[in-house]
């Protein structure tokens, strides 16, 4: 037992000797400011239930781009506008390539789909095939149609509960759920299947946090806490629907022609002029699930939970709104054009509620200077857009409250240009699908204020988060909605 322990004893002393060494050798490589760390596990004791708050706290202290260790990884944090574009604009080609993740290789079939895939002729391949024929804006107009029928059916669920509790939370999930099975698949797959907890459970287990992939050595754990299984039995089940998916439209002979036709009419002839497998195929119809489904109804949840908090502000839109469409039953997509408050309560919501707050990690694919510190080859940047949205140096000293009005007197774009407000990220690997997420945010919204007035219960307005890779309401949202028709 002795000799246990000495051995035991001997064994930490030298991995806490090689963990200084390294220590050192990496902060004389990257002279970042950084935080105190503790052996082995670095500053992942820092992080929290929240990182996202966590990270932009520090960065209060140690600057707009901070040296962390998760684990033996060496990562830095950008937590400013400027920070933003000198990683995502100045040097967006170094850093546009993905660190290797053990959630995205057992989740997203080995990081096949676009949003993880390293950078290279691959990545730009699956890009093109999602920007062209489902991203565009070209593809985004023709899902009109589709839209439009699917919030009439969201009116008329909620008007059945006029005058009473409803979950709206459930009622926008459903709806961004139904309109991507619609234009990716061609129909719903949400009635009579487990495919929304299914979503959940993937998108819940996608912000995992492994310490196998900071702490080699502590692989094991990951074992141990049951987590490889969790993970496994979710990508097995998501395979056998995709699969399921993908072999009924080989056998179907529908009219319509949908994006998961698109993808095997060109695996056939190979008229993308490069081969794409079946793996492949899944992964980038996963990517529309993971892109669009928990971000599009997380981001109309903060929108509604801040004007319920705001009511002036709720009235202030419901009266453009009910202006602009006066006699109308519904609003259209035309009728958004000239909601100018509409758009700046969109743009107040993403930058208060980004859905993703920190980005999908960059890695850069060679050494590089950045802001005269060298950093080397394979390095994480993970750039925290819920800081960058409440700098006080960019927002003012009310950067925390939600107030419209400020994208109307000082116009921002959040297209990748204006670095203080980019939900969607910037350069590169900027989130491809902006376009389609936009409009169906705001037709959703207008249409919801323009039919209705909305009460709140209790302390169902409150902004508690949940944990996860997108931020939810940790609790649904409850309202009493009142028809005004």
Partial sequence: MIMILFLCLIILF???????????????IINFPSPPR???????????????????YLSHRYGPLMLLHFGSVPVIVASTAEAA??????HDRVFASRPRSKIFEKLLYKSRNMASAPYGEYWRQMKSVSVLHLLSNKMVRSFQDVRQEEITLMMETIRKSSSKPVNLSKILSSLTNDVICRVALGRKYGVGTDFKELIDRLMRQLGTFTIGSYVPWLAWTDWVSGLEARLEKTANDFDKLLERIVQDHEDGDG??????????????????????DRLSIK???????????????????????????HPTCLKKLQEEVRTICKGKSSVSEDDIQGMEYLKAVVKEALRLHPPVPLMVPHQSTQDV????NHIPAGTQVIVNLWAVGREAATWGPDANEFRPERHLESPSDFRGQDFELIPFGAGRRMCPGISFAVVLNEVVLANLVHGFDWQSIDDETDVAESIGSVIRRMHPLYVIPSSTT
Avoid at 85 to 90: N, P
Avoid at 261 to 266: P, R, Y
């Fill in 14 to 28: 030298i991995i806490t000797i090689l963990f200084f060494k390294k220590h050192k050798t990496v902060n004389k």
């Fill in 38 to 56: 503790l052996p082995l596990i670095g500053n992942l004791h820092q992080l929290g239930q929240h990182p996202h708050r966590s990270l932009c």
């Fill in 85 to 90: 574009r000198d990683v995502l604009k100045t």
């Fill in 255 to 276: 009219d319509k022609t949908d994006f998961v036709d698109v993808l095997l009419a060109a695996q056939r002839d190979k008229s993308f002029g490069f081969d794409i």
């Fill in 283 to 309: 992964a980038i119809v996963l990517d529309a699930f993971v892109g669009g489904t928990d971000t599009s109804s997380t981001l109309v949840e903060w929108e509604m939970t801040e004007l319920l908090r």
């Fill in 369 to 372: 200077r950045l802001r005269d």
